[in-house]
């Protein structure tokens, strides 16, 4: 499925899943002026957000509506450089040689497409060349790697996993999972934590189902896993889906996950390598203890449970521990004990 059409149902589960009051994400459109190339296009920026799907245990805030996650990043697509609105500023001025090395140095990424006249350049190849522009002009580490898990997040919003098989299963797959979380008693938190938990809950019990519904169940946990980045869940959820449909089919929606699953994880190493450098500069107790944590979710989610484990307890005296972090590391460090 194309990410336009991706993103259509991205819109249409959103307005589904919630009443027309919780639309609270808004964009404008706005003139941009490249300060690289002098190029001019338009632009859609976030007016207003909000968060009332809750966040993931890797910091992701979840709004209702369109993910403004793909709306933040901002790409020049005659010269590449990218960046976020205030990036594109009048402002924002560079020298010559700077400008020539940026000319230089960025690149048309693999997956530029032109839909109906216009340039689509995915919103991870966004970031990835926002990481690219932020090296060259010696930006600071904590963009560098905030653009990596933006780029990670990205991929969770719009590569969803059951979408290659057609809006049918894509429906039945979201239709099943909406109707459990309103019937089974799951702990009190956000819609992702609830979202989680019902998929660890209904996982165990999918091979006892009985034929008219396990494919639909089946599928629905996989979304689950897959929309919150529980990616080795996922993966483990969907080879229960051999057999349930034709091996053509089955091929083609394993393939796409392990795929969209992959590029996830290439962006969340990015984002490991740079926070593991900036937290091997500092001793523990003067390491933010959000920057331990999140190392040790990064490794959960690529599957170093031991390295994972190292992280959290290492977060447990990090500068900073907030009470609300401490319980997210106890309930992580469970996951890989």
Not at 143 to 153: H, K, L, Y
Request: aromatic share 10%.
């Amino acid at each position: 499925m194309s990410c336009n059409k991706r993103i259509t149902l991205v819109l249409a589960a959103a307005a589904w899943l919630w009443t027309a009051a919780s639309w609270a994400t808004s964009t404008v459109e706005i003139a941009i002026q490249c300060p690289v190339c002098g190029n001019t296009f338009t632009a859609h920026v976030v007016a207003s957000t909000n968060n009332f799907r809750g966040q993931d245990r890797d910091f992701y805030e979840r709004a209702a509506g369109f993910p403004p996650v793909l709306m933040h990043p901002i790409t020049c697509t005659s010269c590449w450089y990218s960046g976020y609105h205030r990036d594109f500023d009048s402002t924002v001025h560079f020298d010559d040689a700077t400008r020539q090395l940026l000319r230089d140095s960025l690149a048309r990424p693999a997956d530029y497409t032109i839909h109906e006249g216009r340039a689509m350049v995915p919103a991870w190849s966004k970031y990835e060349l926002i990481i690219q522009t932020s090296r060259l002009l010696g930006k600071s580490w904590q963009r560098i790697q905030f653009a990596a898990m933006r780029a990670a997040w990205s991929v969770r919003e719009i590569q969803d996993p059951v979408s290659p098989l057609g809006d049918d299963y894509w429906l039945c797959a979201a239709n099943y999972a909406d109707s459990m979380i309103k019937v089974i008693d799951l702990p009190s938190g956000t819609r992702a934590c609830r979202e989680v938990a019902l998929a660890r809950r209904l996982a165990p019990e999918l091979r006892q189902l009985d034929d008219s519904v396990r494919l639909c169940a089946t599928l629905g946990v996989v979304q689950l896993f897959r929309s919150h980045g529980e990616n080795g869940e996922a993966l483990e959820t969907a080879e229960q889906v051999e057999g349930l449909i034709a091996l053509d089919q089955f091929l083609t929606f394993y393939d796409s996950l392990l795929a969209s699953v992959e590029r996830e994880r290439h962006y969340q190493k990015i984002a490991l390598q740079i926070l593991e450098e900036a937290c091997a500069e500092w001793p523990d107790d003067m390491t933010p203890a959000d920057n331990l944590y999140l190392c040790g979710e990064i490794c959960r989610r690529l599957g170093r449970y031991a390295d994972a484990a190292r992280y959290f307890e290492r977060a447990q005296s990090g500068m900073a521990l907030s009470e609300g972090l401490s319980h997210w590391i106890r309930e992580q460090r469970a996951l890989v004990d």
